[in-house]
């Protein structure tokens, strides 16, 4: 084993980086015999210096994390800061000061990896994000690597926690939506601004970096379909486990029948309790991919929390601290296919839309007309009625997104429709 230890600058001691420093230095021996030189914490830059840090020596804390970054003796730097900048110039400028890069920032893969990804080619150097996407599960690696040799046609899960955490407590504890954010922004799981995760940001930014590796083309963040949760209500919740459903946040890349383009979405869907992502309760993500060669593959573990995202980010600090040893890098962007992103009106999808209607006769009638007009076919009809008023509820079959779309657009139109309560997508049927 080497002796000279490889020297680790950690940016950013909060949530995960907190973690990331406690990992390695009690698991210090054990990651020296796999990396097969000793990994030695050289510096943690902070916003807020006098902040206690348990565990953390503190002559190793600074302000400075461009000086940091630029000392010239940095092996790999670790940037747990999150955001755009200074993330974006701290970790190109490490790249141009002879460190590989080990980051968790899905904000800045989504919205600028072609820079970086240029960046670490252009120096020889690594870029691994396996924390960037679902936590602690191995997912990036797999898709980068062992599925390197197989065609991915699906990618298709639950990529936030937080979310996954408020719509579970909503829909089994009956929690209200705020009590349960806050829940989970003091569990650590929730972005520094949790916008990013109940606007459907985070998941986005998720989908995007998930679809360019799985279609190996470049997916851009305003490419993804975005919706987030701050419209779901608990009567959505109600209405879907009348159906024997839930309502989950999910991200879906798909890969078009004809293989000539991709799309991305990230919105909230029903789907079935039969369904294994039914069961994926709390702050866990779960994934399937689904390949040519491969079939069908589930990914699950938890997707948010200091811990398991060190976990991930230690995984990739061993396989930079290998590499290089070995003098080597690991696999940098593939983009080769150049694969258009076809817009959400394109996706081929199930709604579940619930109308108040007026509750007289050829009121049935006048609604099913629209839906064929817009040649969007209905699978079920439900209907209540009460004091001259009706819950319509209709669940289609599969139709392109654009002919649901215009369908409710025109259903709002009608006089005899009162309103519509609520739209949501159904999937995993
Ligand atoms: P936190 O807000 O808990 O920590 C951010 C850290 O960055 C803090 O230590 C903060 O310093 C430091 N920091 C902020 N701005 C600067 C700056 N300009 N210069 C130096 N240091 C700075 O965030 P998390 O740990 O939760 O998240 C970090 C990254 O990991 C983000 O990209 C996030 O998206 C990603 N991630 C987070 C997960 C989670 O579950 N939390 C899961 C997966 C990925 P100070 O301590 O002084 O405030
Ligand atoms: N805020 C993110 C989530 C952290 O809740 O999933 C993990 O990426």
Redesign the pocket.
């Known amino acids: 084993m080497r002796t000279r230890p490889l020297k680790v600058a950690l940016?950013?001691?909060?949530?995960?980086?907190?973690e990331v420093a406690r990992i390695m230095t009690t698991h210090a021996d054990d990651l020296a015999a796999r990396i097969g030189a000793p990994v030695e914490l050289a510096g943690v830059?902070?916003?807020?210096?006098s902040?206690v840090r348990e565990g953390i020596d503190p002559a190793l804390i600074t302000?400075d994390?461009t000086a940091l970054v630029k000392r010239g003796d940095i092996d790999v730097v670790v940037?747990?800061?999150?955001?755009i900048e200074?993330?974006r110039t701290l970790i190109t400028t490490a790249f141009e000061h002879g460190a590989s890069v080990v980051?968790?920032?899905?904000?800045?893969l989504a919205k600028d990896g072609t820079t970086l990804y240029d960046a670490a080619a252009l120096h020889g150097r690594d870029l691994y994000f396996e924390?960037?996407v679902a936590?602690a599960i191995p997912l990036i690696r797999p898709l980068r690597e062992s599925l390197a040799g197989d065609t991915v046609n699906r990618v298709l899960g639950i990529v936030n926690?937080t979310t996954n955490f408020i719509l579970d407590r909503m829909d089994t504890a009956g929690a209200g939506y705020s009590e349960a954010l806050d829940e989970a922004t003091a569990l650590?799981?929730?972005?520094?601004d949790p916008t990013a995760d109940v606007e459907g940001f985070?998941a986005a930014a998720k989908a995007a970096i998930l679809a360019g590796i799985a279609f190996h083309t470049r997916v851009r963040l305003d490419e993804v379909h975005r919706e987030g949760i701050t419209e779901v209500t608990s009567a959505d919740l109600a209405s879907a486990q009348r159906m024997g459903c839930t309502v989950k946040l999910l991200a879906i890349c798909e890969r078009a029948a004809d293989g000539k383009s991709v799309t991305a979405r990230v919105h909230p869907a029903m789907i079935p309790l039969s369904h294994p992502l039914a069961s994926v309760r709390e702050a866990y993500n779960a994934v399937f991919v689904e390949a040519e060669a491969a079939g069908q593959l589930m990914f699950y573990g938890p997707?948010?929390?200091?811990a398991?995202?060190a976990s991930a980010v230690l995984g990739d600090l061993v396989a930079v601290c290998r590499n290089k040893l070995a003098g080597a890098t690991g696999p940098g962007e593939s983009a080769y296919t150049g694969l258009p992103v076809s817009s959400m009106g394109e996706v081929v999808t199930r709604y579940h839309i619930n109308l108040d209607v007026a509750d007289k006769p050829g009121v049935l009638a006048q609604v099913a007309t629209v839906f064929a007009e817009h040649g969007v076919s209905i699978d079920t009809v439900r209907q209540k009625g009460k004091d001259g008023e009706a819950s319509l509820v209709v669940v289609t079959h599969c139709a392109p997104d654009a002919a649901l779309s215009g369908t409710v657009e025109a259903l709002r139109k009608l006089d005899t429709v009162r309103g519509v309560a609520s739209i949501m997508r159904v999937e995993g049927e």
């Open positions: 940016l950013g001691c909060g949530v995960v980086g907190s830059a902070v916003r807020r210096p902040k302000t994390a940037e747990v800061i999150g955001g200074p993330a980051s968790a920032n899905k904000a800045l924390a960037a936590g926690g650590g799981y929730a972005e520094a985070d997707g948010a929390g200091g398991p995202t």
